[in-house]
């Protein structure tokens, strides 16, 4: 993330490709998803196409300080449909039996996820039509009981001996995790925004479950998350939204805890995996406070708004100025965690990812000081 005023001149004849009429986009998706995955992708990116194109959720132009034109926040639904449809087909066609039906902790977990992308469907639909103090008790309530009625969630160690003392003291334990949780859902929620950022991390997360247990939902989610992170990249039509990102996070947030509460992962992995939401999220709640403001409050001072700030400079086309940003820190931080894992650099259950995510923490101070050191001078500073 860092050294981003020094892009290479060939950027010039990337970023080319984004001026190409609408049709030559939906040409490159598609033919992108057919590669990819055959005609089950084509059938995926033709609803993605649909669902994009209805006048139902639609977010207004700069809505998250990164879009200039309208966008759907309908993506979270998307993923959703496909999923559904996928693990539907897998169920008729085989002897193949869903995770909640197997185990009542994934029954739990996903009568979760389904609360929150009901909670997410709400805001998408009619934005403000649940406040959010309301919004973050019903998260609160919900997790809760998750945690409550699924204790095998709640890791008993995670290498930090005073969090491990904490952990294991059973009503304490449950309180810190649900804490964690709600906090976790909404970083997810805040970093959504810049094109390839937050489905970067849910499909290089996806992918990590996926070779880890080859669970069929797994392979579904790296599916529809793949054939999302095509769309929105190159389109930039879609948001998540709060479906998404409620929804995603909550999947995220569940694999994760029962991967290190399992011995599979350790917590520095699942540190490593989700650094920028997590940091961001910290970060920004602190700015806030500092400057007197609501820690939920909305502004630009994220560092994925600093980053595009910068590379609009640079970048003519506004939707790759967009994908340049979620891309790089995405890439940087998920995507390196991904390929660490898959040349088998390091075992997911060593604490040693602990290094890599204090890496990734001072490059994100490091970057996001350097950024906002320069930015005054120029007429896309934050002043939020």
């Known amino acids: 993330m860092l050294g ?22 939906l040409a ?19 609803l993605m196409t649909l669902l994009a194109n209805t006048h139902l ?15 759907s926040r309908l993506g979270g639904v998307a993923i959703a449909i496909i999923v559904i449809v996928y693990i539907a087909g897998l169920s008729l066609m085989s002897p193949y039996t869903s995770g909640p039906e197997r185990d009542d902790t994934f029954l739990y977990l996903w009568c979760a996820v389904l609360f929150c992308c009901l909670l997410g469907l709400a805001e998408d639909v009619k934005p403000d039509f649940l406040t959010p103090m309301l ?10 009981a998750l945690f409550w009625l699924s204790p095998a969630l709640i890791p008993l160690t995670i290498g930090v001996p005073a969090v491990d003392f904490l952990l294991n003291l059973p ?15 909404n970083a997810l929620n805040m970093a959504d925004g810049a094109n390839g950022l937050v489905p970067g991390i849910a ?55 029962l991967g290190v509460a399992d011995g599979h992962f350790s917590a520095g992995f699942m540190a490593a995996l989700f650094c920028y939401p997590c ?28 980053l595009h700030q910068l590379i609009r400079l640079r970048v003519r086309s506004s939707v790759m100025a967009n994908s340049f940003t979620g891309l790089i820190i995405s890439g940087s ?19 040693l990812w602990y290094i890599a995510f204090v890496v990734e923490f001072l490059i994100y101070l490091a970057t996001l000081k350097y950024l906002t050191s320069i930015q005054p001078k120029t007429q896309y500073a934050d002043v939020g």
């Open 57 to 71: 959720g639609k977010d207004g132009a700069g809505k998250h300080g990164i879009s200039i034109a309208e966008s």
């Open 333 to 351: 931080t998920s995507g390196a965690v991904l390929f660490i894992y898959v040349v088998g650099l390091l075992p997911p259950d060593s604490d």
């Open 28 to 46: 490159l998706m598609f033919l992108l998803a057919a590669v990819t995955y055959g005609a089950t992708g084509i059938g995926a990116m033709l």
């Open 135 to 144: 919004r973050l008790g019903a998260k609160f309530a919900v997790l809760g």
């Open 171 to 185: 009503v304490l334990g449950w309180v810190l995790v649900t804490v964690f949780a709600v906090g976790f859902i």
């Open 279 to 306: 940091v961001d999220f910290m970060v920004s709640v602190i700015r806030r406070f500092r400057a007197g403001r609501s820690p939920f409050s909305a502004d630009n001072g994220h560092l994925h708004n600093r």
């Open 203 to 257: 499909l290089a997360s996806f992918a990590v479950f996926f070779m880890e247990y080859g669970r069929p939902m797994d392979g579904a989610l790296m599916f529809a998350c793949s054939i999302f992170f095509i769309f929105n990249v190159i389109s930039g039509w879609y948001f998540l939204g709060d479906t998404g990102s409620y929804g995603l996070g909550a999947i995220l947030l569940g694999y994760g805890l």
């Open 4 to 25: 981003i005023d020094s892009f290479p001149t060939s950027i010039k004849q990337i970023q080319l490709f984004c001026l190409v009429p609408t049709a030559q986009k």
